[in-house]
């Protein structure tokens, strides 16, 4: 069964909406700015962050808890995913919902501390149901950094067997103490800002969003007479199971996930929209997979366009690769790769060709999206332009 995306939704450090998102990731010149807690740090840390979403928090959660950041976002985001995929309330009693999150609403657990009663990271999920009536299959992807493709991979699947009709699959992660914290100990975090594509890169900067699209099989779209975006032609999963933060170091199971993702394919893509964040083993590793995976379907890895946006809008965990796919639809739609952002002295640990300075023409209609996480979690996406 064939799934195509036609709604797009995004919340970003450039402000709410996908054209905004657009323009700065051609721009690619965003900085991040002072986090709002030191977090007990000795440097102050940097985010990426998104403003406030004008209609504040949603309405009382599970348990009347209120929801935070996170739910906020994600309404926000998929709001405008529905809008332009023309989908009435009516429409989404059948439609299903998948979430990608990382740590869910976790601004209201370090606001109110253990004594307190905050949302639970799957009730975000639960928050979003209500608020647009999804009355389908509702699912919560909590599988790291690569929640986001973990999401809209488990949505394509629920189309593909039967299950649903319509899937909107979303991603959101607000900034964290927590997270920070946890990332300043392990030496992950970048005091200046994410660079993935510069030699001296040093580690990753966090960054606030969440992103959505509406999934559904091409009979849907026909019988609504809505107009499909992007079409994904193929996706795959799998976990290293090798260490809690660090890749295998082969990138044989993420080899393994792009391999069954291109399988359907229609070739080698134009470009890949990688995970990569400023983490110089897990970018390393990811070049390297990707890279032979796409030389396996008889593409030219070093004429396919490498682009990481987490150069300028952060790493939003839960959020980052459901923005790959959101990113990959407006590549497609634009024929154009935007620059990687931050470069100085590019580094040459990958094989791919990789635009800074100026974006690039697409080479082949289709774009690969890498989603990687801790704990070895990897899902990938092929997307192709309709024909």
């Not at 985001?77 to 009693?93: K, N, P, S």
């Not at 792009?258 to 390393?284: F, Y």
């Not at 939003?316 to 634009?334: D, E, P, Q, W």
């Amino acid at each position: 069964m064939t799934v195509v995306v036609t709604g797009l939704g995004a919340v970003t450090c450039f402000g709410d909406g996908v054209d905004a998102l657009w323009d700065g990731l051609l721009r690619a010149d965003r900085l991040p700015v002072p986090a709002p807690d030191t977090c007990g740090l000795p440097e102050h840390p940097h985010l990426y962050a998104a403003p406030d979403p004008d209609d504040g928090p949603p309405g009382p959660g599970p348990g009347g808890v209120t929801p935070g950041r996170t739910s906020a976002m994600l309404v926000t985001a998929v709001a405008e995913a529905v809008a332009e995929a023309g989908l009435e309330r009516t429409d989404l009693f059948d439609a299903g919902l998948t979430v990608g999150t990382s740590l869910g609403d976790i601004d209201t657990a370090e606001a109110i501390g253990p004594e307190g009663r905050p949302l639970a990271v799957h009730e975000v999920a639960a928050v979003v149901a209500d608020r647009f009536g999804f009355g389908g299959s509702s699912h919560t992807l909590s599988t790291a950094c690569s929640a986001g493709t973990y999401a809209v991979s488990w949505a394509a699947e629920l189309i593909e067997s039967g299950q649903a009709d319509v899937v909107v699959a979303c991603g959101g992660d607000a900034f964290s103490r927590v997270a920070v914290g946890t990332l300043h100990r392990f030496g992950l975090l970048d005091p200046r800002h994410c660079r993935p594509f510069d030699a001296d890169r040093a580690g990753m900067v966090t960054g606030e969003g969440a992103a959505a699209v509406v999934l559904e099989s091409a009979e849907s779209a026909r019988r609504r007479g809505a107009t499909p975006l992007a079409v994904l032609a193929g996706h795959g999963w799998s976990c290293d199971a090798h260490h809690p933060m660090a890749p295998e170091p082969s990138g044989e199971q993420l080899r393994r996930a792009a391999d069954q993702a291109l399988a359907a394919a229609s070739g080698a893509p134009g470009a890949v929209v990688l995970h990569r964040s400023g983490v110089v083993l897990n970018d390393t590793v990811e070049s390297t997979a990707v890279g032979d995976a796409l030389t396996a379907v008889g593409g030219d890895a070093a004429v396919t366009a490498g682009y990481a946006p987490k150069a300028v809008m952060g790493h939003t965990a839960g959020a980052s690769g459901v923005f790959g796919c959101v990113i990959a639809a407006r590549i497609l739609r634009h024929g154009l790769v935007p620059p990687n952002g931050h470069v100085v002295t590019l580094d040459s640990t990958g094989p791919m060709e990789i635009p800074h300075g100026g974006p690039l023409p697409l080479s082949r209609p289709s774009v690969l999206v890498s989603g990687t996480g801790f704990g070895g979690n990897n899902a990938v996406l092929a997307w192709e332009a309709i024909r």
